[in-house]
């Protein structure tokens, strides 16, 4: 894996297991903890900003190279990681969430988000006005499916764990002690 340009490498203390074991900690603890904890204060999109933020960490760890682009890394992880219902609706996702809604505040009309009890069933289902429409608590479920899946391959497959852990060297994810 190339260097970025103009970014020292940090230099990792850590053995390849424990830089693994802080990547999915981190992960698990503080991004999704987090988001989970939000949610239950009632606070739905909020908890849709965070959740595509760690999206696109997930895909950064994941098909990060220096010429990646985080949309490409994005909708890759979202494609790869992801229940099958997502696939023809990945690059929408990433513009409707991870750029319009993160950015704009805004979902342009491509999707609805909600977060009322009794309406999860609807998840990913086309409403009256052509939108889709996202559940909040569903949402939050398919992030730590793709995730879990993610974290396994992360602990067994040498190819995913070295690419983690380059990334890693060049931007370490945030730990708490």
């Not at 739905?44 to 994941?62: T, V």
């Not at 682009?69 to 991870?98: G, M, Q, W």
């Amino acid at each position: 894996m190339a260097k970025a340009i103009g970014k020292p490498e940090i230099k990792n203390l850590l053995s390849d297991d424990q830089t693994i074991e802080t990547i999915i900690h981190s992960f698990r603890n503080y991004n999704l903890g987090d988001i989970k904890e939000i949610r239950q204060t009632g606070k739905p999109i909020a908890c849709f900003i965070l959740c595509s933020c760690l999206i696109g960490q997930l895909g950064r760890h994941r098909y990060y190279t220096v010429h990646s682009a985080d949309s490409e890394c994005f909708k890759a992880f979202v494609f790869n990681y992801f229940p099958h219902e997502y696939k023809p609706i990945t690059k929408k996702l990433y513009k409707s969430l991870r750029s319009t809604l993160v950015h704009n505040y805004s979902t342009e009309a491509e999707f609805s988000l909600g977060y009322e009890p009794n309406t999860e069933q609807y998840h990913l289902e086309f409403e009256t006005n052509g939108s889709r429409y996202l559940h909040i608590d569903s949402f939050i479920n398919d992030v730590t499916f793709a995730f879990e899946q993610y974290a396994k391959e992360l602990q067994t497959v040498p190819q995913i764990r070295k690419i983690a852990i380059e990334h890693f060297k060049l931007y370490p994810i945030l730990s708490m002690k």
